[in-house]
């Protein structure tokens, strides 16, 4: 883990090198060290969450093969309209795009078996087992993905995200974790009508939208709900750092996204000299990447103890 305050969050897990969103993955980003691992999470037919970027099963699953007649009319695959048993039978493999071409072509072995896709609850069994083997404090970023379209589903993410978190123990401002949406109205709902005191992360994207919400008015609104901001990388490299001194001013952190070894910013050699950049010239407080090891490594470069001497010496 980084001895420093600024964090590294392991993106998807350590997606760079395995497949997004497996256990696999998790526990390698785990291992790696990261801070925090990121799962996005939407939910089944039967209410419960599963870590998945997307509301879709069919770029990062055989969910198509394996159950060819499940598409709605849009010709895609849904997890709202399967079980959590029946998306436990699915493979999970590396992302590809809408014709079917990788994503990230140099990335894991795309035929590979034996990876699915987690429960929530599977990641958090994952985290606690290795914090009480390990003695770290590895916490999770949950994202609650497209809440506005799970709440028209009737399968709301919110009220089983808050029941799921408090039985692992995650409540109160000090608990390891943070919560990040990219709707203002689902953060102020949880904030403010659930009451949730959880740390809360303001995903900023690079629309025209959005461009209000960096505003010193748009911070100051922020500000009234949530502990920080996520913004899209490119909205700090535009302002040549602005928007983290003006997000700081407010006492927000700072953590953009994405930071990737095979999908490097503009003007960087390599992913260790972008995330110097971030971290130490923009002074942002964490980073959201799919390389987790990189970032650790630069914000710890000694050697990193033996995960397990804990477990051992006890
Ligand atoms: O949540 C931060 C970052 O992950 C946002 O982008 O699309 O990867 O969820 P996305
Ligand atoms: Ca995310």
New binding site residues.
């Given amino acids: 883990m980084a001895d420093t305050d600024k964090i590294v969050?392991a993106?998807?897990g350590a997606s760079g090198y395995l497949p997004e969103h497996t256990l696999a993955g998790y526990a390698m980003a785990y291992a790696l060290g990261a801070d925090y691992i990121?799962p996005?999470l939407v939910s089944t037919r039967d209410g419960e969450l599963i870590c998945c970027?997307d509301i879709h099963l069919d770029r990062t699953t055989d969910v198509a093969m394996r159950y060819p007649g499940r598409a709605r009319g849009d010709g895609r695959w849904y997890a709202a309209d399967f079980t959590l048993a029946e998306v436990k039978t699915l493979q999970a493999r590396e992302r590809v795009d809408e014709h079917g071409a990788r994503v990230f072509p140099g990335r894991f072995d795309a035929n590979a078996h034996g990876f699915t896709v987690p429960a929530f609850t599977e990641l958090l069994d994952l985290i606690a087992a290795l914090n009480r083997q390990s003695g770290r404090r590895v916490g999770v970023?949950p994202?609650t993905?497209s809440p506005e379209f799970h709440g028209a589903e009737g399968l709301a993410l919110e009220p089983t995200l808050f029941a799921v978190l408090a039985e692992y123990g995650y409540t109160g401002p000090d608990a390891r974790v943070f919560l990040?949406s990219?709707s203002p109205t689902n953060l102020r709902l949880m904030r403010q009508e659930m009451s949730s005191e959880l740390p809360m992360?303001q995903?900023i994207?690079d629309t025209a939208l959005e461009a209000d919400w960096i505003t010193p008015a748009g911070l100051d609104a922020i500000a009234t709900y949530a502990n920080g901001i996520?913004p899209?990388k490119s909205l700090i490299v535009a302002g040549n750092g602005a928007l983290v001194h003006n997000a700081h001013e407010r006492g927000l952190l700072v953590?953009p996204?994405?930071f990737r070894a095979d999908q490097l910013g503009e003007g960087y050699p390599d992913l260790a000299a972008e995330l110097a950049a971030y971290y130490f010239d923009y002074g942002v407080d964490g980073v959201?990447t799919d390389f987790c090891d990189i970032a650790v490594q630069l914000l710890n470069p000694s050697p990193e103890p033996d995960m397990l001497s804990a477990a051992r010496a006890s």
């Fill in positions: 969050i993106h998807r990121e996005d970027h970023y994202e993905k990040q990219f992360i995903l994207g996520g899209d953590h996204y994405t959201f």
